[in-house]
């Protein structure tokens, strides 16, 4: 007669930590992805709201003044300040705006480059 052969504690403990770590690294894997994707929703919202704010000022302002090396500041909203700093790109019709947002939650800052061009 052959002797019943069980599972040992000692198997069930190595199954358990095997597992216990395969759920570690799946659940930080996870929470990276999270983090990763509310980081580019952040500042999708960020460029999104620069972009608006230059409408806005272009609109606002008349061709001569926004061609003018101007800098301009103020805030989207109670989280979001913004810089704008305008300047020669060495073409006669053709400016740089320079962005800056930054998140005062956060205290991260989110940089920006769009050009503009005159309609003289």
């Keep these: 007669m052959k002797p019943k052969r069980g599972i040992l504690l000692f198997e069930v403990m190595l199954a358990v930590i ?12 996870y929470s990276i992805f ?5 980081k580019g929703t952040d500042y999708l919202q960020l460029i999104l709201l ?3 704010k230059v409408w806005d000022l272009s609109l606002e ?7 003018n090396t101007t ?6 909203d109670s989280r979001y300040k913004w810089i704008m700093r305008l300047e020669d790109t ?3 019709k ?7 947002i930054t998140d005062e939650v956060k205290n991260e800052s989110f940089d920006t480059v769009m050009y503009l061009i005159s309609q003289e």
């Design 90 to 92: 060495g073409y006669e």
């Design 94 to 100: 053709l400016k740089q705006a320079n962005r800056r």
């Design 71 to 76: 800098q301009t500041e103020g805030s989207l």
């Design 34 to 38: 999270i983090k990763a994707a509310r």
């Design 18 to 29: 095997l597992i216990s770590l395969a759920s570690l690294f799946l659940f930080r894997g």
């Design 61 to 67: 302002e008349k061709d001569n003044q926004i061609t």
């Design 50 to 52: 620069c972009e608006k």
